[in-house]
């Protein structure tokens, strides 16, 4: 049984930096995917990055070249460094994990972008 715990999240002015980290516990096996959602009020949960086990990358369009997606297989964890923050990336982040055909979730932390 897996557990997803997030942090990282937190309040910062438009242009700042913020890292999130995930870690996946009760994994017995490497997983496929993790990666990172987004849900802002009032729309819906999206994509923002994944990165498989073997290194590729994916990135919604909106934060290509302003986020960089890692992990570390070893320990089961996943990393969103975000750069060049703006209001528009405001919601609620949730971490992923695709393990086994199964996907898990962390609870969601709350990243806030001010003008």
């Known amino acids: 049984q897996a557990q997803v715990l997030e942090s990282g999240g937190g309040s910062v002015l438009a242009g700042g930096s913020l890292r999130l980290s995930c870690a996946a516990s009760?994994?017995?096996?490497?997983?496929?995917?993790m990666g990172w959602y987004r849900q802002a009020p009032g729309k819906q949960r999206e994509l923002v990055a994944h990165?498989?086990?073997?290194?590729?990358?994916y990135y919604t369009e909106s934060v290509k070249g302003r986020f960089t997606i890692s992990r570390d297989n070893a320990k089961n964890e996943v990393y969103l460094q975000m750069n060049s923050l703006k209001p528009e990336d405001t919601a609620v982040y949730y971490c992923?994990?695709?393990?086994?055909?199964?996907?898990?979730w962390g609870q969601g932390t709350q990243v806030t972008v001010s003008s």
């Open positions: 992923y994990v695709d393990v086994a055909g199964r996907a898990y």
């Open positions: 009760g994994v017995t096996s490497t997983p496929y995917l």
């Open positions: 990165q498989s086990s073997s290194g590729g990358t």
